[in-house]
């Protein structure tokens, strides 16, 4: 049996995009998963995007690392389901879809760019250690801790963040973490540690938010904030409350084939 997919990636992260409609008689599993994002012996990504039709809104989309473990939100990934959604006909240029942690809006601004509309960022703890590494855990519409430090180039993420993931703070669910710094007035350098990937990102759009917000709040910075990543470049815009938050990105859908059942 050929499996169709799209592979996309939104600053760098990239994802696996199935339709639910185009592979209804496969079982999509744990397993499945991790074969279809090995990068060895599958197709190879960060996670994998399902999108299925919804009665309410445009569409759902469930997104799950390449562990196959279900995560409530990927903001990069959520551009790119955008963006395929829209190329095959199925959405306007402005949409409203679930993911796991909620609804969503979205419009595309141009051919490779997307603006998201974003759960609105909370505290989840006050300034805590970790690991010996001071920091706050924030939901963005997934689980982050935001460490703010002066160089990133003084920082071992990898390292760092995998103790934080794992630290019995917050097991067992883990969380992903963010080290972030500042550039400039308006601008943060970031890098992150994301569970279910167990690696470090070129890009992590929720984390990105979650550490804007914890920039904005420490450091006075108002309405709008530029993200860089390893990946390039992103745009948080928010209003005073962070009621109405819009993470704006590049998204790339790089191309559409299929792949063999048997071959996994």
Same mark, same amino acid.
């Given at each position: 049996?050929?499996?169709?997919?799209?592979?996309?990636?939104?600053?760098?992260?990239?994802?696996?995009?199935?339709?639910? +409609?185009?592979?209804?008689?496969?079982?999509?599993?744990?397993?499945?998963?991790?074969?279809?994002?090995?990068?060895?012996?599958?197709?190879?990504?960060?996670?994998?995007?399902?999108?299925?039709?919804?009665?309410?809104? #445009?569409?759902?989309?469930?997104?799950?690392?390449?562990? *196959?473990?279900?995560?409530?939100?990927?903001?990069?990934?959520?551009?790119?389901?955008?963006?395929?959604?829209?190329?095959? *006909?199925?959405?306007? =240029?402005?949409?409203?879809?679930?993911? *796991? #942690?909620?609804?969503?809006?979205?419009?595309?601004?141009?051919?490779?760019?997307?603006?998201?509309?974003?759960?609105?960022?909370?505290?989840?703890?006050?300034?805590?250690?970790? !690991?010996?590494?001071?920091?706050?855990?924030?939901?963005?519409?997934?689980?982050? %801790?935001?460490?703010?430090?002066?160089? /990133?180039?003084?920082?071992?993420?990898? +390292?760092?963040?995998?103790?934080?993931?794992?630290?019995? +703070?917050?097991?067992?669910? *883990?969380?992903? $973490?963010?080290?972030?710094?500042?550039?400039?007035?308006?601008?943060?350098?970031? !890098?992150?540690?994301?569970?279910?990937?167990?690696?470090?990102?070129?890009?992590?759009?929720?984390?990105? $938010?979650?550490?804007?917000?914890?920039?904005?709040?420490?450091?006075?910075?108002?309405?709008?904030? =530029?993200?860089?990543?390893?990946?390039?470049?992103?745009?948080?815009?928010?209003?005073?409350?962070? +009621?109405?938050?819009?993470?704006?990105?590049?998204?790339?859908?790089? %191309?559409?084939?299929?792949?063999? /059942?048997?071959?996994?």
């Amino acid at each position: 049996m050929d499996i169709p997919f799209t592979k996309a990636h939104g600053t760098g992260n990239d994802f696996i995009i199935l339709y639910s +409609e185009d592979v209804s008689s496969i079982n999509i599993n744990k397993k499945f998963i991790q074969q279809l994002c090995h990068r060895r012996t599958g197709i190879g990504a960060d996670g994998l995007l399902l999108l299925s039709p919804n009665d309410t809104l #445009d569409f759902k989309m469930d997104y799950y690392n390449n562990d *196959g473990s279900w995560e409530t939100m990927c903001a990069n990934g959520a551009r790119c389901a955008v963006l395929y959604m829209h190329r095959r *006909g199925l959405i306007k =240029n402005k949409t409203s879809f679930y993911a *796991g #942690d909620g609804p969503h809006d979205a419009e595309i601004i141009n051919k490779n760019h997307v603006r998201l509309r974003m759960k609105s960022p909370q505290y989840k703890t006050d300034i805590i250690s970790v !690991e010996g590494i001071k920091g706050c855990h924030v939901d963005s519409g997934a689980r982050h %801790f935001v460490v703010p430090v002066n160089e /990133l180039s003084e920082v071992n993420v990898f +390292e760092s963040g995998c103790k934080i993931r794992y630290s019995s +703070e917050f097991s067992p669910q *883990g969380i992903n $973490v963010n080290f972030y710094s500042e550039l400039g007035p308006n601008s943060i350098h970031v !890098e992150t540690y994301e569970k279910g990937i167990e690696q470090m990102m070129l890009s992590c759009g929720s984390g990105s $938010v979650a550490a804007a917000f914890h920039a904005s709040q420490t450091l006075g910075i108002q309405n709008s904030i =530029n993200v860089t990543v390893p990946g390039g470049e992103l745009n948080i815009e928010f209003d005073s409350n962070w +009621e109405n938050v819009w993470l704006t990105g590049l998204a790339i859908l790089l %191309f559409t084939s299929s792949i063999h /059942l048997d071959n996994l």
